[in-house]
């Protein structure tokens, strides 16, 4: 067995000069330059995640302040010349005047005043006496009150370097008496960069997935990294591989993550299920594949948002294996994915059966429905309100499906324009007929005022019918559902019903009224507008969303047994056509004549066509009138928490 000591790559590998730390340049060249110019402060504290260099920078400043070789004939003026009796005696641990403190068990008021009497002997042989805190926030609120004197107004001899990893713990008083420097995270690559190096110098080889899973499991800490690596050297010797480095280290391989995300895209919940038997039954830690299939799916977030490969912490097959795999998944669909994730992570700890835990979520990540972008939907409604507008009904085509025709798949797009509807009037019913609803085509163009209203959602139109915009499934399927309100299908016993054409009607502000305003009024409107009058307070009575329908509507004429209402939009005149039975019955019994129809007016309103409001005020009362009258438009905005943006 052999009389050499034998060190760990941590200790056998510590920085001994400022150059030799990885990662940390604006802590070092800020201190050079301290040292340089000599402007040094009685007092710093090194603050920032285990294992990044802090107890190594302040040996290295101690080292470098006392160094008795001349600053000119230093190869560096700033670094120790590690030659000297004084760098020397520190490396060797005989160096009496650079003290290293470890506060976590010298955290007492009395140990701060053992410190306090010998912080006043000056050093002996060297230029300054540097004390060296470790973990000083472990100092009690005692020992610290105890400190602030001695720290505020220090020997000119004497030095103060606290390294801590939690600085909020520490009291403000004392930050405020020190210079502080915040030590960074180590990157993955640079940890992979000094591994490589320590590699060659050892003379191991050792594959790049071998030295990325390494330093990754460092997690930013390189003293951890290099645990890690010795660990390796034993369990594998000279030739470190990274499928031997998996089985031995018991960590799960990005292959698998690769297979959750495959799972997810093709919604296979029994994969998912096989999956977990299979991660339980090799040992893997659930917290742990947890924390790498939160990564995954960020790298996959990352690989389609960002063009920057040094945001992902792999190799470079990996990152190609991760941008061809994110090109199969949406923004919305991964930033779903993260968040159960994150769900399962808070609760997977405290669970009492993790592995039902882990098994739910998962099923769940593959059982999501594919988001909908909240701006291709919006964008589809906008197109819908082109289409009312303008008539030009534009058709996107889907891609290509197996077996169609070559004719309908070649295309882009398909735009056809529809007319505008023209004044095409409607005949009343013949009064000799027992069903009054047919309409009779000689009568058609009898009375000139009367337009009819394109409804939404309406069939295609046949041979002689109003041309209309009718929307297509593509974009119906933006609503998520149904309307609540649908049109009622026309009788299979008549060509053409009276009420299909006649129910809703709109009265053009161009043209004339069949009753104009001021004109002398029958006695049968008379009586059936005050027999309407009455009828509402009975209805509401007893059925008051009834009656407040009626209450919006009123009788502008009536003429050949037919009694026309006039509603404010089609809404309350499909509201009132299932009712139209009730009403007549109870019309003729509180007039006594003989009432076989009801049909409906709609009044345009010039100030609901414009589409542009001039303010936010009226594009939100301009929202509020579309949710209230058109539930598909309500669903669509619940659904998203639309708002009006200005």
């Not at 990662?23 to 000599?38: C, G, P, S, Y």
């Not at 300054?128 to 926030?137: R, S």
């Not at 990294?225 to 050297?233: E, G, T």
């Not at 060509?495 to 001021?518: H, K, M």
């Amino acid at each position: 067995m052999s009389n050499t000591t034998y060190l760990v790559s941590a200790r056998k590998y510590r920085p001994l000069l400022f150059k030799d730390m990885v990662a940390q340049e604006h802590v070092t060249e800020t201190l050079k330059n301290a040292i340089r110019l000599d402007r040094l402060a009685h007092a710093y504290m090194f603050t920032g995640p285990r294992g990044v260099g802090k107890t190594t920078a302040a040996r290295i400043v101690a080292k470098a302040i006392n160094c008795t070789t001349p600053a000119e004939e230093r190869e560096d003026p700033s670094e120790p010349c590690r030659q000297c009796v004084s760098c020397k005696s520190f490396e060797e641990g005989r160096n009496m005047n650079i003290i290293e403190i470890d506060a976590a068990s010298n955290n007492k008021v009395e140990d701060v005043r053992d410190l306090r009497e010998t912080v006043r002997i000056p050093p002996q042989g060297n230029r300054m006496k540097v004390y060296i805190i470790d973990e000083v926030h472990m100092l009690s609120n005692a020992a610290f009150n105890a400190l602030l004197k001695t720290l505020e107004e220090p020997p000119p001899h004497a030095m103060f370097i606290f390294a801590t990893t939690e600085p909020h713990k520490v009291l403000p008083t004392i930050q405020s008496r020190c210079q502080r420097f915040d030590f960074r995270r180590i990157a993955t690559g640079e940890s992979v960069e000094r591994l490589r190096h320590i590699c060659q110098t050892e003379n191991i080889s050792v594959d790049e997935e071998a030295l990325m899973l390494i330093a990754r499991k460092g997690d930013g800490a390189l003293r951890d990294a290099l645990s890690v690596f010795d660990q390796a050297v034993s369990l594998c010797g000279t030739q470190i591989t990274y499928p031997e480095l998996i089985a031995a280290l018991g960590v799960v391989s990005v292959d698998v993550y690769f297979e959750v995300t495959r799972a997810v895209k093709s919604g296979s919940g029994a994969d998912m299920i096989l999956l977990v038997d299979r991660i339980v039954r090799s040992g893997y830690d659930l917290q742990e594949f947890v924390d790498g299939l939160a990564e995954h799916i960020r790298n996959l977030l990352v690989a389609i948002s960002v063009d920057d490969p040094r945001l992902i912490e792999a190799t470079e097959a990996d990152r190609k294996r991760l941008k061809s795999h994110g090109t199969e998944f949406s923004e919305s669909t991964l930033l779903t994915l993260i968040h159960i994730i994150g769900e399962l992570s808070d609760t997977l700890r405290l669970s009492r059966q993790p592995r039902l835990k882990l098994e739910m979520a998962l099923l769940r990540m593959s059982n999501i429905p594919d988001a909908t972008d909240i701006r291709s939907a919006l964008e589809k409604l906008n197109n819908l309100e082109k289409m009312a507008v303008t008539g030009v009904v534009r058709i996107e085509s889907s891609p290509k499906p197996e077996g169609s025709s070559p004719s309908i798949a070649s295309s882009s797009s398909i735009e056809t324009v529809a007319p505008p509807p023209k004044n095409i009037p409607v005949a009343r019913p013949i009064p000799t007929e027992p069903d009054r609803s047919v309409v009779d085509d000689q009568d058609v163009s009898s009375d000139p005022d009367l337009t009819v209203k394109p409804l939404p959602y309406a069939p295609a139109p046949t041979s002689g019918a109003i041309p209309r915009a009718v929307p297509q499934a593509d974009d119906m399927s933006l609503f998520l559902e149904r309307p609540a309100i649908s049109r009622p299908k026309p009788r299979p016993d008549t060509e053409a019903q009276f009420t299909d054409l006649t129910e809703v009607l709109e009265l053009d502000p161009n043209e004339s009224a069949p009753i104009t305003e001021g004109a002398p009024e029958s006695e049968e409107l008379t009586i059936l507008r005050s027999a309407w009058s009455a009828l509402i307070q009975e209805v509401m009575e007893s059925e008051k969303q009834l009656g407040s329908f009626l209450n919006h509507a009123g009788i502008f004429a009536f003429d050949s047994k037919t009694v026309f209402l006039s509603v404010p939009d089609d809404f309350h005149a499909t509201a009132l056509r299932s009712e139209c039975v009730k009403l007549t019955h109870r019309l003729n019994d509180l007039t006594g004549f003989k009432i076989d129809n009801i049909a409906f007016r709609i009044k345009i309103n010039k100030a609901d066509t414009d589409l542009v409001p001039e303010s936010e005020s009226s594009m939100r009362e301009s929202l509020e009138h579309l949710c209230e009258n058109y539930p598909a438009v309500r669903s669509l905005v619940e659904r998203f928490g639309g708002e009006i943006v200005w």
